[in-house]
């Protein structure tokens, strides 16, 4: 920021500032104290900078006070107040001293971006924008004013604006590397991967030592399936930065994807030795495990993906189904409720509680009164299961099962039994659960259809395949 920039006095003549920073914050307290500001206003300059530097910045407000006390007038001192406002979270104090900085020195271009930065801090991006035009307007050659305005509509992913503004800095300063990146961004989040790489090229002809770079030009290459090209850009990015867990991750992907299992192993292996609650991570690693039939490794390598997000859906039905192949139909069943119940689904129709808490809600209990004192033999099929639904939303889970039994006697139809199967996955009965729902599919094939779009997921798992006989 613009503060650092200033040096009021040379460091070698003040003996005071050798101290200790504490030191000199009390020095300067007694100083000010005294009314000896004037005389001591290099070493007061030098304590703010001190205190901006390590963060201090009560400390550096109570010294800018106590010079503004004396050079009411100065911009320098109204700027660090604001600054020091900004990063204590009193924003409406820092809108004031920011103005109060401008109205007495209007020509700084220094004071007005970190005004500009200020709006865009507190969402008022607006008015950073006609701060940076006005100083466009004043500066017409300073293109990287350009710059600045094309990242606020790009940070609003206005991108097709955005664009024109790096376009004319790059057509200013063509190997302006902030210009080419961001152009290389602009076209790469509008879906135009092949002049996206263009820009990344022109980018990284200029600064190929940066690793985002790399990392981003493989994304491009990706998306335009060059798969082997993205491989050596991903590798590129690892070479300069090998504590780079989003490239390795990438690069363990695309290696999976033309079955190169040792090499996606080893960068899911490294990805996790960088960050070892990545729970993506885990999960691919058990996927390859599980593809090179090595289920006891996959069945670990999912578990901690599991451990670290407990609601990862694919990680369930992936251990699931390795499960199953181990002769395991417990673990694999109570794997299959686990996937039911981190549904990720938006058809919320099936829903199996993640936890056994039950909260009654009154008009639930009304509903179930009345049907109670209208009894069941003159209720619609969606009647009846409407009162189920409230039964089991109490936890009524018993009195479900015995008024399916009670309305259907010995012939239950398909969807009681398809209720049945639900409400025994709810009682975390797994197994009657199951086999509640392979019978309903067996007498009525639609609601094989039905349960795929309440979990599309499921349905199209290995482990459903594996369980009920389908053929994925």
């Known amino acids: 920021m613009a503060y650092s920039d200033s040096n009021f006095f040379d460091k070698n003549s003040n003996p005071l500032e050798r101290s200790g920073l504490l030191s000199n914050i009390a020095a300067s307290k007694q100083i000010i104290e005294d009314g ?14 001190q205190c901006l530097h390590n963060l201090r910045y009560k400390s550096a407000l109570f010294v800018i006070k106590g010079l503004l006390e004396v050079f009411p007038h100065d911009a320098s001192l109204w700027h660090k107040k604001s600054l020091c406002y900004q990063n204590l979270h009193s924003y409406r104090k820092a809108f004031l001293a920011f103005r109060k ?38 500066f017409p050659t300073d293109f990287e004013l350009d710059l600045k305005i094309g990242e606020i509509y790009l940070n609003q992913k206005e991108y097709n604006t955005a664009l024109v503004y ?40 200029i600064e190929s030592n940066c690793a985002i770079g790399w990392y981003n030009r493989g994304i491009v290459l990706e998306n335009l399936k060059k798969h082997f090209d ?30 190169d299992y040792n090499q996606a192993i080893d960068c899911f292996k490294k990805v996790i030795t960088l960050d070892s609650e990545n729970s993506g991570a885990y999960y691919n690693l058990g996927v390859l495990y599980e593809d090179l039939q090595d289920h006891s490794q996959a069945i670990y390598f999912y578990s901690k993906a599991v451990q670290y997000k407990i609601s990862f859906q694919d990680a369930y039905l992936g ?13 694999a069943l109570e794997d299959f409720r686990s996937a039911l119940i981190y549904n990720d689904s938006a058809n919320p129709s099936w829903q199996i509680p993640k936890k056994y808490a039950i909260s009654i809600d009154e008009s639930c209990l009304q509903k179930i009164r009345s049907y109670e004192l209208k009894g069941i033999d003159n209720l619609s099929q969606d009647e009846f299961f409407g009162i189920i639904e409230n039964y089991l939303e109490v936890g009524k889970y018993s009195e479900s099962v015995s008024l399916i ?59 459903f395949s594996e369980l009920f006989g389908f053929k994925k």
């Open 36 to 49: 000896q500001s004037l005389q001591n206003r290099p070493f007061l300059d030098e304590v703010i900078e």
């Open 101 to 138: 900085t401008i109205h007495i020195d209007p020509v700084n271009i220094d004071f007005q971006l970190d005004f500009a930065a200020f709006y865009l801090l507190v969402k008022q991006n607006d008015k950073a924008v006609a701060i940076f035009k006005k100083l466009q307007y004043r």
């Open 166 to 205: 790096f376009d004319k800095l790059v057509e200013a300063l063509p190997n302006s590397a902030g210009g080419l990146f961001n152009l290389a961004l602009c076209f790469e989040y509008l879906g135009n991967y092949q002049t996206a790489l263009e820009f990344y090229d022109k980018y990284l002809f």
């Open 230 to 259: 993205a491989i050596e850009s991903y590798r590129f990015s690892i070479t300069l930065d090998d504590t780079f867990p989003d490239a390795l991750f990438n690069l363990g992907n695309l290696y999976a994807d033309i079955d």
């Open 319 to 331: 251990r699931g189904n390795c499960y199953s192949k181990s002769d395991n139909l417990h673990a």
């Open 405 to 463: 039994s009670q309305r259907s006697g010995n012939n239950l139809t398909p969807d009681d039994i398809f209720m049945l199967a639900k409400i025994h996955f709810i009682r975390n009965n797994s197994f009657l659960g199951y086999l509640y729902l392979n019978k309903s599919f067996y007498i009525k094939s639609e609601l094989i259809q039905i349960f795929a779009k309440m979990f599309p997921k499921v349905s199209s798992s290995r482990l």
